[in-house]
């Protein structure tokens, strides 16, 4: 399956890509893990993309396309891949599609989890990640045994940069404006599955395996 996960900001496309990888096995390719990744260890990528990220802005097509092609062309995700937080904008749509038809590969299904302005806030504002294995938490709706650790491998819990209230605005503006437009570009192929990402996080996942094991639902 090449599965996509679309949906603004803190709507819980990375809550829901742990469930899918840990059932399905599917990689997880979040181009916000990567940038991440790159800023820290300051790459030549990273510092471009920093600049951005901090702002709350998209990185530009041309290095996130390109950071892609990279990714998807290595061996695990020959059969299967689940895309979090990619494509964000028509161009990276058109781009992806391309770039998967010259390596024989189409889209399996884009699921699009959608949640409101004030949802979004609130879950951006408690979401608190592992510095080691990027585990997600919510102060509230999601904590952790032990406070500001994470369950899985001790690593310390800690606020994104970009989870502060000003960033947060600039985020869902981008979002609304840049990447909503997709969920008729893939409505129109037929492959776009709408959910309610307001809804519990088993809730969510419930009604997405639906269609992962009976893709024609
Ligand atoms: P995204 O990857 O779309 O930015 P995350 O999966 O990181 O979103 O979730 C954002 C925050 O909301 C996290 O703190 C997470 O624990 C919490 N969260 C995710 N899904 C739900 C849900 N369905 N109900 C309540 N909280 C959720
Ligand atoms: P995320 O972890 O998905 O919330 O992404 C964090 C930040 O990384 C975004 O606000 C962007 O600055 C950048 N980013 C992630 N994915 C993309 C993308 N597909 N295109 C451009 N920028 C991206």
């Known amino acids: 399956m090449y599965l996509v996960l679309l949906g603004p900001p803190g709507a819980g496309k990375g809550s829901q890509a742990e469930l ?3 059932e399905f096995g599917y990689p997880h390719i979040s181009t916000g893990d990567i940038f991440r990744a790159a800023v820290k260890q300051e790459s030549v990528l990273g510092i471009k ?3 951005y990220m901090e702002q ?11 950071m892609v092609a ?4 290595a ?3 020959r059969k299967n891949f689940l895309l ?3 494509p964000r904008t028509l161009d990276q749509a058109a781009f992806l599609d391309d770039y998967l038809e010259k390596t024989g590969r189409s889209l399996s299904l884009v699921f699009d989890i959608e949640a ?3 949802i979004i806030v609130k879950r951006l504002s408690g979401r608190r990640v592992c510095s080691c294995c990027s585990a997600i938490y919510h102060l509230e709706n999601m904590p952790p045994k032990i406070n500001g650790c994470c369950n899985a491998c001790s690593g310390t819990l800690i606020q994104r940069s970009d989870d502060q209230p000003e960033t947060i605005k600039e985020r869902i503006k ?3 404006k840049q990447t909503e437009p997709l969920k008729s570009y893939y409505a129109r192929k037929g492959i776009l599955r709408e959910l309610d990402g307001g809804k519990p996080v088993e809730e969510v996942y419930a009604c997405l395996r639906q269609f992962l094991v009976a893709p024609g639902a």
Do not use: C, S
């Open 20 to 22: 899918i990888t840990r």
């Open 49 to 51: 993309a920093k600049q």
């Open 56 to 66: 709350g802005l998209l990185v530009p097509d041309d290095l996130t396309n390109a």
């Open 70 to 73: 990279d990714r998807l062309g």
């Open 75 to 77: 061996e695990d995700a």
């Open 84 to 86: 979090d937080g990619f």
């Open 116 to 118: 409101t302005d004030d």
């Open 174 to 176: 981008v979002y609304r």
